[in-house]
């Protein structure tokens, strides 16, 4: 039986090193999956995954996160980024990473990428938005989107076609193009 994620949280806070155990326990198997996913390679995605727990340490406390999953993924990203950067094998970014974020390119808007409220503003929008879709929709953009599959494996996990995903994508961009659009934003 796992711990739970508030159990586990407690640990951090009693500074238990069980709580790096537990996490591993419970969460890594799926960390290792996406880190995977993100580097294409086994020892690269074991180094990202250390790097998150060793950041989930080093954070938590003061930080209390809500959902520890997807803190932990969230650290796990900036990991993976970190390591891609390091890599003087590749010396950029796998287009593997960054080519489903292009699909979004049309409909976010353009601008200084350093305005943070702008940024903080548009990821709300965003998180709204995605909060607002069916748990199938959510799915699809949070896989493809965030955990950075692709159209076969969001395809294959639902039983569905390519072209089925493919087209349930596009309706979410579309939705979410209106709903920049009401926000305010010049797309």
């Not at 727990?53 to 954070?59: E, F, T």
Request: charge should be neutral; hydrophobic fraction near 35%; glycine fraction near 4%.
């Amino acid at each position: 039986m796992y711990f739970t994620d508030d159990e586990i949280t407690a640990l951090f806070f009693d500074r238990d090193e069980r709580a790096l155990t537990e996490t591993d326990r419970k969460y890594g198997e799926y960390l290792k999956a996406v880190a995977a996913n993100m580097t294409d390679d086994r020892r690269d995605a074991e180094e990202c995954v250390n790097d998150a727990y060793l950041a989930a340490w080093n954070s938590i406390p003061p930080n209390r996160p809500s959902s520890l999953r997807a803190y932990l993924l969230t650290l796990l990203r900036h990991a993976a980024l970190d390591v891609i950067k390091k890599d003087k094998r590749a010396r950029r970014i796998p287009k593997k990473l960054y080519a489903p974020l292009d699909g979004l390119a049309d409909i976010l808007p353009g601008g200084d990428a350093d305005d943070a409220i702008t940024e903080r503003e548009l990821s709300d929008i965003i998180n709204g938005y995605v909060r607002q879709l069916n748990q199938r929709q959510r799915y699809v953009f949070i896989s493809r989107y965030y955990l950075n599959r692709s159209l076969n494996e969001i395809a294959k996990k639902l039983d569905v076609s390519r072209s089925t995903v493919n087209k349930e994508l596009a309706e979410i961009k579309s939705g979410l193009k209106e709903k920049l659009i009401k926000e305010g934003y010049d797309l």
